[in-house]
């Protein structure tokens, strides 16, 4: 087996589709959403003579004083192979002044002499739920949960309707929608330009849009989500909701117009997003959580997160900051 940099993303997008619940977070589109929010991307392989059979996107976050560190969301990398990949990533840190490298779902030790490993925290959430859309629209709706089967039938008896948009003036309506929802549950939320870099990006491969739930065209929306599809898997991404006429019930809808969606796309999974059942911010994520369970996916749980440090001076003078912040 042989790692190595990637120069050219030609063909790359075709093989991480290829995979059992196709990872979005570590593909080439990803790294270009990250690209343009001004955070170089860089992307590793693990070839058995010409044949790909394992990728890598590492993104680059700067630190002041010229200093960064870089991240791997969601990493699905054989652990065999892991030292010649570090190997290969210290390079790059070297190039790029990074203290450290950020790996996802590991799913034992990572083992690395040279290095030192240091379990940490994710900065994805660290469960979600899947459900399997290879069942039927009547199965689907079967296997939720009683009150979330009534909602969905009590908002459709109400005449709430859902349309799909990838127009980018549509994001405007998207964003005031997630900022309400943020400032009711008390969560943070990332700039506008990051959503619309998203619909923009995934959406000129198909691969991203919006679904908006109203009740006529000359009515405020009640609910958007921003819904991806990649290879075999739709997620659940971000969504928002209005403060207004909720008891219609637009927002589980608005989940199950997706999830039909996403069958109609020929995808086998749909990802909740992320939720807080065993692990993360169990009270603080609650009412989103009760949401999701609803639905009756798979809870899903991803491996630990660890550092791999570069500098150990640096990486613990950044632990100590980040106490005292």
């Not at 790909?52 to 791997?72: D, F, M, R, V």
């Not at 859309?133 to 009683?146: A, F, G, I, R, V």
């Amino acid at each position: 087996m042989t790692v190595k940099q990637i120069a050219k993303l030609d063909g790359l997008n075709d093989f991480l589709k290829s995979q059992p619940h196709s990872e979005l977070l570590q593909s080439p589109l990803w790294g270009k959403v990250q690209q343009a929010a001004g955070r170089p991307s860089f992307l590793f392989g693990m070839f058995d003579d010409y044949e790909l059979t394992a990728s890598c996107l590492i993104i680059k976050h700067q630190l002041p004083l010229g200093k960064s560190w870089l991240y791997s969301p969601r990493l699905n990398w054989p652990l065999d192979y892991m030292p010649q990949l570090i190997d290969e990533i210290a390079k790059i840190a070297k190039k790029e002044n990074a203290i450290f490298w950020k790996a996802e779902n590991i799913k034992n030790q990572i083992r690395n002499t040279k290095y030192e490993i240091r379990n940490t925290n994710p900065l994805q959430p660290q469960e979600t739920f899947i459900i399997n859309l290879t069942q039927s629209d009547d199965q689907l709706l079967k296997n939720m949960k009683p009150k979330t089967r009534y909602n969905i039938r009590l908002a459709q008896k109400k005449g709430v309707k859902t349309r799909w948009s990838t127009d980018a003036a549509d994001i405007n309506v998207f964003y005031d929608l997630l900022t309400s929802t943020a400032r009711r549950q008390k969560i943070k939320i990332h700039p506008k330009s990051h959503y619309q870099n998203i619909l923009k990006i995934l959406s000129d491969q198909n691969a991203a849009a919006l679904a908006i739930a109203e009740v006529d065209s000359n009515s405020k929306p009640l609910a958007a989500n921003l819904i991806t599809f990649f290879g075999d898997t739709a997620t659940y991404l971000h969504g928002g909701t209005s403060d207004a006429r909720r008891s219609l019930m637009a927002p589980y809808l608005l989940q199950w117009e997706a999830i039909k969606e996403a069958r109609r796309r020929g995808c086998k999974f749909y990802d909740m997003g992320g939720c807080a059942v065993k692990t993360g911010k169990i009270d603080l994520w609650a009412g989103i959580s009760r949401f999701k369970t609803g639905f009756n996916g798979e809870l899903t749980q991803f491996g630990p997160t660890y550092d791999v440090v570069f500098n150990r001076a640096w990486h613990l003078g950044l632990l100590i900051a980040r106490k005292l912040l």
